[in-house]
């Protein structure tokens, strides 16, 4: 796999998403995005990645944290036109797995006061999409989310939101995960947000929330499912 330990060898992978179907990637150690020592580290925090409907492609292929855990993931975004999308990788697509990594200190909000912008994003992603036609897609090739997870200090804001993925027409296979933090929006969920589909098979498995104002889809209480 190729092996990431650093801030700027995880944002050149996500800059090059187009690069990235099939191919294996895995940390070597915790990353920090930016410095959190202080109380203040908001305030000259480097952004992180974001993307509009002009897509430039879905991460396609298999990140391993390891065990590891992503520190201070900050966004401040207002948007100014379009739809947004916004997580560790903006964007994920059938074939994609994401497994083995943690969330802590981390701030995403994408402004959605105007009624005419839409916004989506969780930790890992923001939204799902597939590579191919749905009557061409196998349930067994959805994204999978394992062994992921984030903490009571990660925040989320957007008008759908979710503390894995923000949502979309598409599912994705989540196991043994779990969302703590805190998610605010219009249509949120602890796990997954805005979600809708009638495309069967994904399944969310040994997964659990206990956040304050959502339940693992969408709603308002925490929930588990087994």
């Known amino acids: 796999p190729y092996l990431i330990e650093t801030p700027e060898q995880l944002a050149k992978l996500v ?6 179907k099939g191919k294996h990637y895995k940390l070597t150690a915790d990353v920090y995005l930016n410095d959190i020592s202080k109380p203040n580290w908001e305030e000259n925090a480097k952004e992180w990645f974001w993307v509009s409907t002009a897509r430039f492609g879905n991460f396609n292929g298999h990140f391993n944290g390891d065990g590891h855990v992503i520190y ?7 948007p100014s036109n379009g739809v947004v999308y916004a997580g560790l990788f903006p964007t994920i697509s059938d074939g994609t797995v994401v497994e083995k990594v943690g969330f802590s200190n981390c701030h995403l909000k994408i402004d959605y006061s105007d009624v005419d912008k839409e916004s989506y994003l969780g930790s890992i992603a923001g939204v799902v999409f597939l590579n191919q036609p749905e ?3 196998d349930p067994k090739t959805l994204p999978v ?3 992921c997870f984030g903490d009571s200090k990660t925040v989320l804001e957007a008008r759908f939101a979710g503390g894995l993925i923000g949502g979309g ?3 994705a296979n989540i196991e043994n995960s779990y969302f703590v933090g805190k998610v605010v929006g219009e249509r949120i969920g602890a796990i997954t947000g805005n979600t809708w589909t009638t495309f069967e098979g994904a399944t969310v498995t040994k997964t659990y929330s206990a956040t304050i104002a959502a339940d693992i889809f969408s709603g308002g209480r925490a929930g588990v499912q087994n």
């Open 169 to 171: 027409s598409y599912a």
């Open 72 to 78: 201070g993931m900050y966004l401040d975004l207002k």
């Open 145 to 147: 989310i394992s062994q």
């Open 135 to 137: 009557a061409e897609t």
């Open 15 to 20: 800059a090059n998403v187009l690069e990235s």
